[in-house]
């Protein structure tokens, strides 16, 4: 199979009435006149030109234009002329015995995430035949935009990764087509009832002819409005027909006391069983597959302890700085923005006990116990930096104080690097160093298990410096998924010289053909299908919370000055200082 990762050919402008345009060509080498045609005969027919019965297209409310395949001209029907309601109304019919519905709603449809992440997931999902047959996606924000414009917005993000027309399945162009006709833009205030309402009637419209229908609600909008878009959504928009679920971005609250007051006044309003708090960690491959490789592979379990396990790493690191998002980065912080969330997840699923089942709530029990044998925080062991600006080459790299939405003279940390135990039986002992930041000198985010030495000393003087010498377990999350083990070899040959090599599973060549899903796509799915394993529960936060929000307040009542280094650099000189405290060198500086 071909892996493409290509934008979509730019969607043609919503402008009315009989216009003839140039002949742009699609990814796939056909020009829009050709496309037209197929569309033209697809809406006419009801099948594929595979002769595979597709479900009908619902139009987009709004102007509606008909391609009708000729010297690219379009015919403008019109705002939602009745013809074309009518054809919208027989779509959802013909489809109405064809399982549940799924309306799918994204507040804050003209923001950031939503183009990046959310539009690219759904439509890898419908691309790959994941979404159910009948569905609609509505956009909901306060810009003002047609819907046609927001079909627009859309198209940007869009890119085909799996080419079908190779393996004789329909082309990216033909499905983008089909999936912007399920796309439909309201515009409306977060906090007036009667716009919700609106959104209600017009999700209501679309689902009269299905018995079963299951409402999504994406809050992809700044924290500051979760709790009046919770509560609209909750009372104007409920699911009549089936059930409403809820995914919240990220961040929930600020420290203990604000996550608390998020989630009650959240639960006022939708049960835990709505509620999807979304960690989009927990959707990437090598994160699903950490409870495989521990719980399916013998030969790690008895390895996965104290006694063999030195030292465990949980590296995150980005190549670029806070760029465009310098307020709202202020105001949490990396501890915050990564280490609270993102690496604790990944630490508590590394290091929780095997789950009586893969149920969620199994999962999240375990994780939550974790958790809560943490130890406290200390500042002793924890190493803060901020990065500055710099000059290469002549070109300039800012400081994170130069951003200008960032406050004069913030001690606002961009980098973090600490020291966690865990007090149990398992970990007694065993620092699991996390290390977070900005502006480094490359974008990667791993875990690290560095093993204990061998007893004895039998290939002491042929193995070179001791922490050269260990066994090192990789996982590499991103970019270029590896999971590899560093071990001791004998040079091949004559002599009795040992030196260090791996035995490496790169995803790339093992498994090549297969082309990773985006954590967006693998985590909506769940939502979609009530999958709750990878959704961080209310008790797993409040521990989250309870273990960091006494160092964060230390940090800010001590008003702590991080230490300055280098954008593009590896980070501050104390996280080094840190790891030496340990006896630990951190494993991705070679
Ligand atoms: N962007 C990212 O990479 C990530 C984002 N997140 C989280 O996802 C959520 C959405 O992020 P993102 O898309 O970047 O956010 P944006 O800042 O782009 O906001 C999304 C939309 O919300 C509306 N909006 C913005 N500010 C306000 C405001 N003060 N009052 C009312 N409405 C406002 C705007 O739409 P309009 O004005 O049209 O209504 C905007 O397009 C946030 O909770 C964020 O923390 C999490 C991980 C990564
Ligand atoms: O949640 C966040 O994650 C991104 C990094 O995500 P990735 O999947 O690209 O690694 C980070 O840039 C952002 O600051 C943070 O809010």
Redesign the pocket.
Known sequence: MALLARPLAPRPSATPSSTTRSTPVNARGRTREARGGILARRLGSGATRDGERMPPLVGARGRVRARLGVNETFVDLGVVADGVEEEREANVRATAGEGEMLSFVV???????????IYPALFALYYEGRLPKNFMIYGY???KMTTEAFKDKIAESLTCRLDWSKQGGSDCAQKSEEFFDRCVYVAGQ?DVAADFKALDAQMCEDEKHVSAVKRVFY????????VPVAQNAARECQCKKGDTRVIV???FGRDLTSSRELTAALASELSEEQTYRID?YLGKELIENLTVMRFSNIMFQPLWNRNYIRNVQINFSEDFGTEG?GG?FDHYGIIRDIMQNHLLQILALFAMEEPASLNAEDIRDEKVKVIRCMRPIEMDNVALGQYKGRLTDGRKYPAYLDDETVPKGSLCPTFAAMALFIDNARWDGVPFLLKAGKALHKRQAEIRVQFRHAPGNLYGERQGRVEHVTNELVIRIQPDEAIYLRINNKVPGLGQRLDQTVLDLQYKSAYGQVQLPDAYERLILDVINGDKRLFIRNDELEAAWKLFTPLLDKIEQQKIAPELYPYGSRGPIGAHYLASRFNVRWGDTD
Do not use: N, Q
């Open positions: 507040f804050g449809a003209s923001g950031d995430l939503a183009k990046k992440k924000a306060r810009s977060y809050l992809s909008i700044p924290p500051s409005i979760f971005e990220k961040p989009h998002r709202y």
